[in-house]
């Protein structure tokens, strides 16, 4: 594991996997970078796949002092990019992660190259809302009824049992004030406005039976970002990049080939 040290002093756990071009990973609401196992290690096979924790989250530092914003986990990013010395990254952020990236995307254009939005939304009262029985679902993740829950929204029954390791890896991990700073951080967040001025070329993912993100999201999605195409799984729930894979990733991995970086 490796550390990136933000602006203000906080440090970023990451690690890399792979070479290629470069593939920043994001993680979902108070995931940390496990959450990727057995995506990342496909990924890797035609990038350099780099994943970090969020601040409050996994090996990175947990500081309680102010409120957590998508913008800044954006900034926490670019921290991790100047210490690999990385200049354009693909992105492919997941839930929470994905408002990550279309923010990254907005404050840094220079430092994007292909987006990839997944089992995500736009935020604000644009947002095609979750049921109330999901917001206390992912309220209560990090309790031993939660895991039910939460295993729940992801993945069929099926699934599910037999993955129990997976399920294990989607459930939020971390002091409980900063769990509830990155509910606040994604709940707060507003970037309708700034989806019309995304020029990166992006590839909206769904699971068409996803309650935690209503489907309804990447429509939207895929509609106000300028040219995106949209993949919308059939059968699927939130958890589409492990229940859906390999698919959904071989899905992704054309997509990033098409639009390779810069040289």
């Known amino acids: 594991m490796k550390y990136a040290t933000t602006a203000d002093g906080t440090r970023i756990r990451y690690d890399v996997l792979g070479e290629g071009e470069p593939l920043l990973l994001f993680n979902g609401q108070a995931l940390d970078i496990e ?7 496909e990924l890797a096979r035609a990038h350099r796949v780099v994943r970090m924790d969020f601040r409050g989250t996994g090996g ?4 309680l002092e102010d409120p957590y914003t998508l913008e800044l986990f954006a900034h926490d990013a670019l921290a991790v990019l100047d210490d690999l010395g990385i200049t354009r990254a693909h992105v492919y952020g997941f ?8 923010a990254l995307a907005h404050a840094a254009p220079e430092r994007v190259g292909s987006l990839v939005l997944g089992a995500t939304a736009p935020g604000g009262e644009n947002e095609v809302p979750r049921a109330h029985s ?29 993955n129990p390791d997976q399920v294990t890896r989607i459930l939020p991990r971390g002091p409980l004030r900063a769990l509830r700073l ?82």
């Open 35 to 41: 959450m990727w196992d057995g995506v990342r290690e």
């Open 60 to 63: 990175s530092d947990v500081p």
């Open 95 to 102: 839930s929470m992660g994905g408002k990550v990236a279309q």
């Open 134 to 162: 999901s917001t206390v679902a992912l309220r209560k993740a990090a309790t031993d009824e939660g895991r039910d829950l939460i295993a729940e929204l992801f993945y069929t029954p099926e699934w599910a049992s037999g």
């Open 182 to 263: 990155h509910f606040a951080a994604s709940t707060d967040h507003d970037g309708w406005d700034l989806l019309p001025h995304i020029w990166s070329p992006t590839l909206v993912v769904h699971g068409e039976d996803d309650q935690l993100t209503p489907v309804g999201n990447a429509e939207l999605l895929a509609t106000r970002v300028p040219g995106a195409e949209l993949l919308v799984l059939p059968g699927l729930r939130h958890g589409y990049l492990h229940e859906g894979h390999p698919k959904a990733t071989e899905a992704v991995l054309d997509f990033l080939a098409r639009y390779p970086l810069p040289a």
